[in-house]
């Protein structure tokens, strides 16, 4: 605790405003899908945003920060209501179940889902819906993702840093995967065409979009080449695609974490 008594979770930073504003997470169920940097951007945006915030999956989630440690949730049942309930004072709640596996929690089911975030007076719920194995690029497998009915923006996720990379498990979730969608041979380098399939299609990154707000997000832009690179990529799918009509360029270990947004031409 610090010393006005407050969890350290109830402060509220500066650094990531513009990245809620680029999103649209200001409000509603914001569900994040793919790797490289889901749960980064989660975590910045729930530092920064000026209300009450819960953060939860659908899927599972490694150990949640220690500055959440105060205002965590870890149960099942109407027990996660009544703890929920207990922590009305808490501005960021952080919310799984117990899971099977040491260091992993499980997700919430979209009826827990919905009930947590209506009737716990939250702005915004983030949630990571599915899982990457800390990877910097994913495709989707047939049970993916965990996508709620209910989520009003979907953010897909990719590194910037895959690009150029040959693509492999090292560095890609389920690469057979990537490689059946995007036409890209394993062991390969991935080009930015292979990242724009990924971006567009349907069994890609836009799976489960149903009629939510999409934006892409692109992560770990640390570099003018790799923003211009990557603007070209982003340029390239607002045309091949009407799903979206932005593109967020980021870099979560800068103080103002957007890059760019870059948005359709004409």
Do not use: W
């Amino acid at each position: 605790m610090n010393r006005d008594g407050n969890a350290p979770c109830n402060r509220v930073a500066t650094g990531g405003r513009a990245l809620i504003d680029a999103l649209g997470a200001q409000r509603g169920i914001v569900s994040f899908v793919g790797a490289g940097g889901k749960k980064s951007a989660m975590y910045r945006i729930a530092d920064a945003h000026p209300g009450r915030v819960l953060v939860t999956t659908t899927a599972h989630i490694e150990r949640f920060p220690r500055r959440y440690l105060e205002a965590s949730v870890l149960d099942t049942g109407d027990r996660l209501d009544e703890r929920v309930r207990a922590l009305q004072s808490a501005r960021v709640i952080a919310v799984a179940k117990h899971g099977f596996r040491p260091g992993r929690y499980a997700g919430l089911d979209d009826a827990e889902l919905q009930r947590l975030y209506r009737d716990g007076g939250f702005d915004v719920c983030l949630v990571k819906a599915d899982g990457a194995r800390g990877k910097l690029i994913k495709a989707p497998a047939e049970h993916e993702p965990a996508v709620s009915l209910h989520t009003s923006v979907l953010v897909p996720v990719l590194s910037a840093q895959a690009i150029g990379q040959p693509l492999s498990e090292k560095m890609a979730h389920r690469p057979d995967r990537i490689a059946a969608l995007t036409g890209a041979r394993l062991g390969e380098p991935l080009a930015p065409d292979h990242i724009i399939r990924l971006l567009i299609e349907a069994d890609g990154l836009l799976k489960g979009a149903g009629d939510a707000t999409v934006v892409p997000l692109i992560n770990m832009v640390d570099d003018v080449e790799r923003e211009a690179l990557v603007r070209e990529v982003a340029t390239r799918a607002l045309a091949l695609s009407c799903r979206f009509d932005r593109v967020v360029l980021a870099a979560m270990r800068r103080d103002d974490p957007v890059v760019a947004i870059v948005t359709r031409q004409g």
